[in-house]
Antibody, heavy 120, light 108 residues
Framework: QVQLQESGPGLVKPSETLSLSCIVS????????WSWIRQPPGNGLEWIGYISYSGRTNYHPSLKSRVTISADTSKNQFSLKLNSVTAADTAVYYC??????????????WGQGTLVTVSS | SSDLTQDPAVSVALGQTVRITCQGD??????ATWYQQKPGRAPLLVIYDKNNRPSGIPDRFSGSNSGNTASLTITGAQAEDEADYYC???????????FGGGTKLTVL
C-alpha cells in the first residue's frame, strides 16, 4: 500500500517561498509520476504539477513561472517550492501519485494534505 | 475550452439513483477519473478508465462516457455517499491535468 505524507510550514509570509515535502512509503518515486495538488478553503482542486520517474517536470501553465518540483530518490521523497506567494496561494496542499496508462490517468494515492496559510 | 464543467450541487433520495455529469472537450480524447471527497479528507479515487473501480469501492458506483460528457452514477445511494465529487482528466493537448469544479451530493 502506497502512503504519502506531506510536511512543511503551515504559515508563510507574502512574497516569500512556500516549501513542502512529501515522503513516500510502500512505493518508489523511481516509477510513476508524483504530483502536487492544492485546494483553497471551500473551493475545488487545482493540479500544480508533477515530477516523473525520470525526473521530468510538468507544471500548470498559470503557476509555471513560480513553481519548482524536485525529487530526492535517496530519501524517496519529492518537494514543492512556490515562490512569491500571495494570499491567493492559501490552500490545503496535497501530494499524490499520478498513474498514466494510455488515455487513462488518475491520482490513485494521496497524502492527507497540509494547510498552508499565506499571511503576515 | 480546456475546462471541465460540473453542476455545483445535486440531491438524491436515500436508495435512489443519481447521475453526476462532467462536460469538457478533452473528454472526447481522454477518460474521466472520478473522486469522492468528504469534509476534512483527501479525495478518494472511485472510478477510472471506461468504468473501473479500485479495490474497496462499492459496485453501486459506475462510470460512463459519451462524446464530451462523462458521468458518475450511484445506484442505490447511501447516506455515506454524501460528499463532493470531482471529475478529472487531461487537457485537450494531453499535457496538463484538469479538475471539474466539483458537485456537492446531498442524500436526503
Amino acid at each position: 500500500q502506497v502512503q504519502l505524507q506531506e510536511s512543511g510550514p503551515g504559515l508563510v509570509k507574502p512574497s516569500e517561498t512556500l516549501s513542502l515535502s512529501c515522503i513516500v512509503s510502500g512505493g518508489s518515486i523511481s516509477s510513476d509520476y508524483w504530483s502536487w495538488i492544492r485546494q483553497p478553503p471551500g473551493n475545488g482542486l487545482e493540479w500544480i504539477g508533477y515530477i516523473s520517474y525520470s525526473g521530468r517536470t510538468n507544471y500548470h501553465p498559470s503557476l509555471k513561472s513560480r513553481v519548482t518540483i524536485s525529487a530526492d530518490t535517496s530519501k524517496n521523497q519529492f518537494s514543492l517550492k512556490l515562490n512569491s506567494v500571495t494570499a491567493a496561494d492559501t490552500a490545503v496542499y496535497y501530494c499524490a501519485r499520478l498513474t498514466i496508462v494510455g488515455a487513462t490517468s488518475g491520482f490513485d494515492y494521496w497524502g492527507q494534505g497540509t494547510l498552508v496559510t499565506v499571511s503576515s | 475550452s480546456s475546462d471541465l464543467t460540473q453542476d455545483p450541487a445535486v440531491s438524491v433520495a436515500l436508495g435512489q439513483t443519481v447521475r453526476i455529469t462532467c462536460q469538457g472537450d478533452s473528454l472526447r480524447s481522454y477518460y474521466a477519473t472520478w473522486y469522492q471527497q468528504k469534509p476534512g479528507r483527501a479525495p478518494l479515487l472511485v472510478i477510472y478508465d471506461k468504468n473501473n473501480r479500485p479495490s474497496g469501492i462499492p459496485d453501486r458506483f459506475s462510470g460512463s462516457n459519451s462524446g464530451n460528457t462523462a458521468s458518475l452514477t450511484i445506484t442505490g445511494a447511501q447516506a455515506e455517499d454524501e460528499a463532493d465529487y470531482y471529475c478529472n482528466c487531461r487537457d485537450n493537448n494531453g499535457n496538463h491535468w484538469l479538475f471539474g469544479g466539483g458537485t456537492k451530493l446531498t442524500v436526503l
